[in-house]
Nanobody, 123 residues
Framework: QVQLVESGGGLVQAGGSLRVSCAAS????????MGWFRQVPGKEREFVAA????????YYAESVKGRFTISRDNAKNMVYLQMNSLKPEDTAVYYC????????????????WGQGTQVTVSS
């Protein structure tokens, strides 16, 4: 079993920055992926970014490429999402997820999910 806890969400003005964090505990992953997804009411959960746990290869949704950066600290079992140049359309609940397999943009490929943290970008 793996527990994931997100933190760092909040309210920020458009153009601002925010970093959300994800702490993993329980069974640790030595060579598996972590991902960030987001969801707004009435819409499906969508992929934001993913990172391979062992070599740090990263993947991004086109909508956030160049603005968001995913990173990880293996020693601390932490994953981060640095969000810059935020836009009102980035407003969502952001979820951290862990996968037994490699990085994926597919929700169904992830085995564990956190409870989410709200990010609100005001215009």
């Amino acid at each position: 079993q793996v527990q994931l806890v997100e933190s760092g969400g909040g309210l920020v003005q458009a153009g601002g920055s925010l970093r959300v964090s994800c702490a993993a505990s329980g069974r640790t992953f030595s060579s598996n992926a972590m991902g960030w997804f987001r969801q707004v009411p009435g819409k499906e959960r969508e992929f934001v970014a993913a990172i391979s746990w062992n070599d740090g290869t990263t993947y991004y949704a086109e909508s956030v490429k160049g603005r968001f950066t995913i990173s990880r600290d293996n020693a601390k079992n932490m994953v981060y999402l640095q969000m810059n140049s935020l836009k009102p359309e980035d407003t969502a609940v952001y979820y951290c997820a862990a996968a037994y397999g490699g990085p994926s943009w597919l929700v169904g490929r992830y085995d564990y999910w956190g409870q989410g943290t709200q990010v609100t970008v005001s215009s």
